[in-house]
């Protein structure tokens, strides 16, 4: 009983579990559209959840840790205050912009058939402009507050499963799972900055706190690099799937997003680890270089391991688990899962690394290893795919995910010193207080 408690009072196991239960719980519906359905319905279903993806770093202006970052480094806890709620603002501004825009594209660029579906997308796009409240969150977890976060959006993510589960078993098809996960994220959002009110009554609220065009403009300045870097991530990350839609048709859009969604959904591991891990590692980074290389070492081995263990399990599994799972007319997939499974051992320890290029200043090359990452990957997909169909997307996925996730290091000077800086810490060694030039 004690160890049970200890359990669930764990910061890690809280966040990893909440993230686990969420992973589950988007893998259930994917699978539950794929065998009530079929290909073609979550073909439709990938595509529009591929411009929800495209809109995610379009509206978050690649802030993220950089705020972070920005607040705890602030000369008062009024400036603190002052550039939080600035960056929020300006998150907000960007979400209704980028939103209506998405949607404009959305209708004029997709064919007819998804004309039925312009509603659904605009309630999803609305909510996801509040995505710009995961900046309290961020501040939450610096303070150390990640059981009560982890478990309230738990709660969230189990409410809208019930919800999600009685609209497609009523009948109601994919239109009204985008109307649920429109309310889902608008849900979280605000949870998010309730919680952050109760654990901060003077840090200030919305209507006391004025958005500053200082903190503005140096924001901007600052996450400008970020931001493109994510655009051009989401573009390499989910342009397989657009490029598939033109090429070979909306049932084989459907049976590779399902399969790759196996793939891709263990990627919420390292993403919600990273987030536990970056206040740590930028506190050892302000203490010490050397003990900051070591806790970077670690996590990335955890990272590694986690990824080489997923991907052995899935690429043995594969041959039962994708007919099993999907039904018989997503067994072309199977090959398709083989090979995208081992992207995941770059795409792991590229959380950290991204955490790495904010905290010593490197947002520039965050950008240009996505930016050939993402032209690498639309011009393998336009040589593989009517070579090798699904199984040449996967390819091209891989390749590209290797270089834009790790080996654009040692393209970079200063990446390479740190990489070998990285291999030889020990402990034990001298104390080396700040990076060396």
Not at 248 to 273: D, F, H, K, M, N
Not at 422 to 427: F, S, V
């Amino acid at each position: 009983m004690n160890l049970l408690k200890k359990l669930a009072q764990a910061r890690a196991v809280a966040l990893v579990g909440e993230r686990l239960i969420r992973l589950g719980a988007a893998a259930v519906i994917t699978v539950i559209v794929a065998q009530m359905l079929g290909p073609a319905a979550t073909g439709y279903y990938a595509i529009v959840m591929t411009w929800s993806a495209f809109l995610a770093p379009l509206a978050n202006l690649g802030m993220n840790n950089l705020v972070q970052k920005q607040v705890q480094s602030a000369p008062t806890p009024a400036d603190g205050s002052s550039i939080l709620f600035t960056a929020v603002w300006l998150r907000l501004a960007a979400g209704v912009l980028f939103g209506t825009l998405m949607w404009l594209g959305f209708a004029w660029y997709l064919p007819a058939e998804f004309d039925a579906y312009l509603p659904s997308a605009a309630a999803l796009f609305i909510g996801q402009i509040f995505i710009a409240f995961i900046l309290f969150e961020y501040h939450e977890n610096y303070q150390g507050h990640f059981r009560t976060l982890a478990y309230g959006r738990l709660g969230i993510a189990m409410l809208c499963l019930l919800a999600k589960l009685w609209v497609l078993y009523a009948g109601y098809g994919i239109d009204a799972l985008f109307w649920v996960m429109g309310v889902e994220f608008a849900a979280t959002g605000f949870y998010q900055y309730l919680l952050f009110c109760r654990h901060n009554p003077d840090f200030g609220r919305f209507r006391q706190v004025k958005a500053r065009l200082t903190w503005a403009k140096e924001l901007v300045r600052r996450s400008s690099w970020l931001w493109m870097s994510g655009i051009l991530s989401v573009v390499y990350l989910r342009i397989d799937v657009v490029m598939i839609e033109r090429l070979l048709g909306i049932e084989q859009t459907g049976v590779y997003s399902a399969v790759s969604r196996l793939s891709e959904l263990w990627y919420l591991i390292p993403a919600t680890l990273a987030v536990r891990y970056y206040p740590d590692l930028l506190k050892q980074h302000q203490h010490s270089w050397s003990c900051y290389l070591l806790l970077l070492r670690k996590y990335c081995g955890y990272f590694l391991a986690m990824a080489l263990v997923i991907a052995v399990l899935m690429f043995v599994l594969a041959p039962p688990l994708v007919p099993l799972v999907f039904g018989d007319a997503f067994a072309a997939g199977v090959p398709v899962l083989q090979i995208h499974i081992w992207a995941g051992m770059f795409i792991f320890v590229r959380y950290l690394i991204s955490q790495h290029l904010v905290i010593t200043g490197q947002e520039p090359l965050s950008l240009a290893s996505h930016g050939v990452g993402a032209v690498l990957n639309v011009l393998l997909n336009f040589w593989l795919i009517p070579l090798y169909g699904l199984q040449g997307a996967a390819w091209a996925t891989l390749i590209s995910y290797a270089y834009a996730s790790f080996f654009f290091l040692f393209f970079s000077r200063r990446c390479r010193s740190h990489f070998w800086q990285l291999c030889k810490a020990r402990l034990g060694q001298p104390d080396i207080k700040s990076e060396p030039v």
